[in-house]
Nanobody
Framework: QVQLVESGGGLVQAGGSLRLSCAAS????????MGWFRQAPGKEREFVSA????????YYADSVKGRFTISRDNAKNTVYLQMNSLKSEDTAVYYC?????????????????WGQGTQVTVSS
């Protein structure tokens, strides 16, 4: 049974930083693309970032490029999202998701498991 457990969310002032973590279990971690999505109140879930199984390739939404960094530690079955220069528009619930195909890394339908989410609130 696949489980994804996010942590690291919280309240931060604009311009600050947070580091999200997602611990995965249940299947061979390094075989899967890992992605971060977010959902703000009243909005649809949107893609934030993805990393390939080996960690050698990464991809970012334009809205976070240059501010967020995704990484993974396959020995620890964990993926991270370092978020710097946070803005009020980054406020959302952030979800860690596990998917199959790198070519579809920003497509929600590529991901078949996700965690319970962690709240990130950026005050202006």
């Amino acid at each position: 049974q696949v489980q994804l457990v996010e942590s690291g969310g919280g309240l931060v002032q604009a311009g600050g930083s947070l580091r999200l973590s997602c611990a995965a279990s249940g299947r061979t971690f390094s075989s899967y693309v890992m992605g971060w999505f977010r959902q703000a109140p009243g909005k649809e879930r949107e893609f934030v970032s993805a990393i390939s199984g080996s960690g050698g390739s990464t991809y970012y939404a334009d809205s976070v490029k240059g501010r967020f960094t995704i990484s993974r530690d396959n020995a620890k079955n964990t993926v991270y999202l370092q978020m710097n220069s946070l803005k009020s528009e980054d406020t959302a619930v952030y979800y860690c998701e596990q998917g199959r195909h790198w070519y579809a890394n920003s497509w929600p339908q590529n991901y078949d498991y996700w965690g319970q989410g962690t709240q990130v609130t950026v005050s202006s």
